[in-house]
């Protein structure tokens, strides 16, 4: 068995959610924050058997596209915490996925 976990933005999460479950993939999630832009992230956790690894990346590559956002006020986490009072174009979205193997899975 593995567990695969996936850190995604907020806004890509709920349909990343439904499309899991409707592939019957039980799926748990996890507010989390991100780093940099200091935005809402979630952090999905899916048990799985190795053959149903690909068919779930595939589902996050579907729902978790990256794109570009222009924001005006960006807090950049540097020393001093720097304000750029400017418009900047950054790359949101996307997914970060960790795949781990899980040594016993007890279901209760």
């Known amino acids: 068995m593995k567990l695969i976990i996936a850190i995604v933005q907020d806004q890509d999460a709920a349909s990343l959610i439904e499309d899991l479950t409707d592939h ?4 748990t999630k996890l507010t989390s924050t991100g780093g940099f832009l200091k935005a809402g ?3 999905l956790l899916v048990g799985v058997e190795e053959e149903h690894i690909k068919p779930v990346v595939d589902l996050i590559e579907t729902n978790c596209k990256t794109r570009e956002i222009t924001t005006s006020l960006l807090t950049v986490t540097m020393p001093g915490d720097t304000y750029i009072p400017y418009p900047l174009e950054v790359k949101v979205g996307g997914a970060t996925v960790f795949i ?8 209760i």
């Open 24 to 27: 019957k993939y039980r799926v």
């Open 41 to 43: 992230n979630t952090t």
């Open 100 to 107: 781990l193997d899980v040594e016993r899975h007890i279901r």
